[in-house]
């Protein structure tokens, strides 16, 4: 814990010269949702400086239904994002090795982490791309984030905007061994960046 506090305590000089005479931070360029897990680092992936993008960062990368009525913080900070906000981009960031991926490929609850696994239930329409017939060569990991992309479209925020061509969605894989990103294409496939 010492290397972060340490690390926190430098954060003002760090900071010094990135706003001149404070001016106020830059709107943020994209939104980018991903899984909560440390070996993804959205600002260090992108390159982007602080303000630059939105950030919602959920368990396994769970985007949960949406229901009227039913508040959630990632429907907040989606409606946040997309309307107030006004972001053109919304990059939804899935990753290999993910744990909640392998979890529900293997159907098997965490027995520490009762929670979580209800958490990971909220994937169902990922069993719905599981079918007979489907691509049985299919990366779990694409198809779970083609899930979560197929529940955040169905959010009214974001169905207006894409329908309005006021928002772009992309579909990004990030491979933990290599640092390599990959974009879903049109096709279907998932190719380099």
Same mark, same amino acid.
């Given at each position: 814990m010492q290397p972060l506090i340490d690390h926190a305590r430098l954060a003002p000089q760090r900071q010094s010269g990135r706003r001149i005479g404070g001016a106020p931070a830059p709107a943020p360029r994209a939104m980018f949702i991903a899984c909560s897990d440390a070996r993804l680092v959205p600002t260090e992936l992108t390159g982007a400086r602080p303000g630059e993008l939105f950030e919602l960062r959920t368990a396994g990368n769970v985007i949960p239904p949406h229901r009227i009525g039913r508040l959630t913080a990632e429907? %907040?900070? =989606?409606?946040?994002? =997309?309307? =107030?906000?006004? $972001?053109?981009?919304? $990059?939804?960031?899935? !990753?290999?090795?993910? @744990? *909640? =991926?392998?979890?529900?490929?293997?159907?098997?609850?965490? +027995?520490?982490? &009762?929670?979580? #696994?209800? #958490? /990971? /239930?909220?994937?169902? !329409? #990922?069993?719905?791309? !599981?079918? &007979? @017939?489907?691509?049985? @060569? %299919?990366? &779990? @990991?694409?198809? !779970? /984030?083609? *899930?979560?992309?197929?529940? /955040?479209? +169905?959010?009214p925020a974001v169905t207006r905007s894409l329908r309005a061509r006021r928002l772009r969605m992309h579909l990004w894989y990030y491979d933990v061994n290599t640092a390599a990103v990959s974009a879903h294409q049109e096709n279907g496939v998932f190719a380099p960046l």
């Open positions: 429907a %907040a900070t =989606v409606e946040y994002a =997309v309307n =107030v906000l006004r $972001i053109t981009d919304m $990059i939804l960031c899935g !990753h290999s090795q993910c @744990g *909640a =991926v392998q979890a529900r490929t293997r159907s098997q609850a965490p +027995r520490t982490a &009762p929670t979580m #696994w209800l #958490w /990971l /239930l909220q994937t169902h !329409h #990922w069993r719905r791309l !599981h079918t &007979p @017939g489907a691509d049985p @060569g %299919a990366d &779990p @990991g694409h198809q !779970h /984030l083609l *899930a979560q992309a197929d529940k /955040l479209r +169905r959010y």
